[in-house]
């Protein structure tokens, strides 16, 4: 079954310090792939994608990810988090063919200590 | 910009009394979704719209409904809520095998 884990239900990062979210992916074949954001009350904000190319692969907000397929994973790094990184983000995958669900991850909360 | 918005922000309603959620988008895509989410929990697709066709999900209870009259516009129906459809509805649109952009979803509190 195609599944994505996230590993960490909670991470805590000081200000200032760098940031690496975990992925993982369980598909058939190499799904497409995403990272989205959420602050408490919102929506989802995209974050990054992957469809093909370069592995690492740049987003807003400083954000960027690399493609392993070799460790089926999709992480989310960030060199230096600001106090407004605080969130939920969520790791999804697609199937790359025909019209295919979007598959969350758990989702990891971020909090930011001073 | 284009964008995918939710009215209202926030809907107070109460046990068994119907509900509608409303989503509009912008960017012209063909593709429509609905998602519950749940304190703590990631989204949870409902259904979708792919063009004017429906799609549901085989989990999601007879109570939700959806329309959708024209592109932009997609509604999310509740036709007797109960407590635990308490939640955040999020409205998301897409190409086909393409991104999914959300709206700010819309928090129902049911009384």
């Known amino acids: 079954a195609q599944s994505v884990t996230q590993p960490d239900i909670h991470i805590t990062v000081s200000e200032g310090a760098s940031l690496e979210l975990r992925c993982n992916y369980s598909?058939?074949?190499?799904?497409?792939l995403f990272w989205y954001v959420q602050s408490p009350g919102q929506g989802l904000q995209l974050l990054l994608k992957y469809f093909s190319g370069d592995t690492l692969v740049q987003g807003i907000k400083g954000f960027e990810a690399e493609f392993k397929r070799s460790q089926s994973s999709f992480n989310l790094r960030k060199p230096s988090v600001h106090w407004s990184d605080a969130a939920e983000y969520f790791c999804?995958?697609?199937?790359?063919?025909?019209?295919?669900?979007?598959?969350f991850g758990t989702g990891t909360r971020l909090l930011v200590s001073p | 910009d284009a964008m995918v918005i939710q009215n209202p922000r926030y809907q107070v309603t109460q046990f068994g009394k119907p509900v509608t959620l409303s989503c509009s988008q912008t960017?012209?895509?063909?593709?429509m979704y609905w998602y519950q989410q749940k304190s703590s929990q990631a989204p949870k697709l409902l259904f979708h719209?792919?063009?004017?066709?429906?799609?549901n999900e085989a989990d999601t209870p007879d109570n939700f409904q959806s329309r959708r009259p024209n592109t932009s516009f997609c509604f999310l129906d509740i036709r007797s809520p109960g407590l635990g459809d308490a939640a955040m509805y999020l409205c998301?649109?897409?190409?086909?095998?393409?991104?999914?952009?959300f709206g700010p979803g819309t928090r129902l509190t049911v009384l």
């Open positions: 999804a995958a697609q199937g790359n063919t025909g019209f295919q669900k979007l598959v």
């Open positions: 719209y792919y063009d004017k066709d429906f799609n």
């Open positions: 960017l012209n895509h063909n593709v």
């Open positions: 598909y058939g074949a190499t799904p497409y």
């Open positions: 998301a649109t897409s190409r086909v095998a393409d991104t999914q952009y």
